[in-house]
C-alpha cells in the first residue's frame, strides 16, 4: 500500500531508504533552518538542493521538523509506521499534510469481491456489491450469491442445484 | 469545542475506515439470454481449472456452452 502521492502537486519528492521528504516552494518563508542546521542535506545553491545521502534519517527527520511551515514534510516510507507517527513529529505528513495521508488504495485495500468458479458448478459471488438481473438492482453487503452456469436452472439467474442432475461439466 | 487538526483526522480516518468496509466493490450485471458481467474490484478464483486473478472486467458464461469456460465466447447466440 502507498500513499496517495499523486495529491502531491507543485513540488518534489526525496527519499532515501527509510523517508520521503516533501518539498513544497510556495510554502517557503525563507526561515532557512534548514540549511543552517543541515546544509549537508540542504543546500540551496545545489541542484538538487535536497541530498538525502547527505546524513542519517533521524538527523533528517529532527531537521524537517523545524521547518516553520508545511514547505518541507515527511512519512515513513514504511506506510504502516506513518499511522502511529506522534504529534511530536511537527512536519509529518499527518500533521501538515492530511491530504497526503489519505490512500488511493481505500478501494483497492478494501475486500475485493470473491467471485468462484465452482467444480462444475455455479458461479459464487461473494463479498460487497450490486447485481442487476431483469428490472431488478440490488445492493449486496457482506452476501453470498450463487449465478447459475449450465444453463439449464430454474430459478435464473440463480443456481438451483440443476447442474447435478444434468451433469454439467465446465 | 471546534475539532483540532489531529481529532478532525481520527474522524476523517474513521469515516474512510467506513467507507472501505461497506462500499460496493464490483458491479455484477446479468444480461438477459447472455453472459454474466463483472468489473470493479474483484478475485476471480476458477476451482475447475485452479487459475485466479484479479481482472478488472470479465464476461462469465451463463449457458453452459462456452468453449472458452468460465468466460463467454459469443455461444449463446448460436443455435
Known sequence: ?170 | MAATGKSALMVNIAVMEEKKQNKTQAIIEVIDSGPLKISGNIFLKDMQRGTEDFPKEVYLCRCGKSDNKPFCDGSHKKK
Open chain 1, 1 to 170: 500500500m502507498e500513499r496517495n502521492d499523486s495529491k502531491f502537486t507543485g513540488g518534489k519528492r526525496y527519499k532515501n531508504n527509510d523517508i520521503t521528504v516533501y518539498w513544497k516552494p510556495s510554502a517557503c518563508v525563507h526561515a532557512s533552518y534548514c540549511y543552517r542546521e543541515l546544509i549537508e542535506v540542504f543546500d540551496p545553491s545545489r541542484r538538487p538542493w535536497i541530498d538525502m545521502n547527505g546524513s542519517d534519517t533521524d538527523k533528517i527527520i529532527e531537521i524537517v521538523n523545524l521547518c516553520p511551515t508545511d514547505a518541507l514534510t515527511w512519512k515513513w516510507n514504511d506506510e504502516a509506521r506513518n499511522d502511529a507517527v506522534g504529534n511530536d513529529q511537527v512536519n509529518h505528513i499527518k500533521f501538515r499534510r492530511p491530504d497526503l495521508m489519505e490512500t488511493k488504495e481505500i478501494i483497492e485495500e478494501a475486500e475485493p469481491v470473491s467471485v468462484k468458479i465452482m467444480v462444475d458448478g455455479p458461479i459464487v459471488l461473494k463479498g460487497n456489491f450490486s447485481i442487476a438481473y431483469s428490472d431488478i438492482s440490488k445492493d449486496v453487503q457482506d452476501g453470498i450469491i450463487s449465478i447459475c452456469r449450465c444453463g439449464e436452472s430454474d430459478h435464473q439467474p440463480f443456481c438451483d442445484g440443476r447442474h447435478r442432475k444434468i451433469g454439467f461439466n465446465g
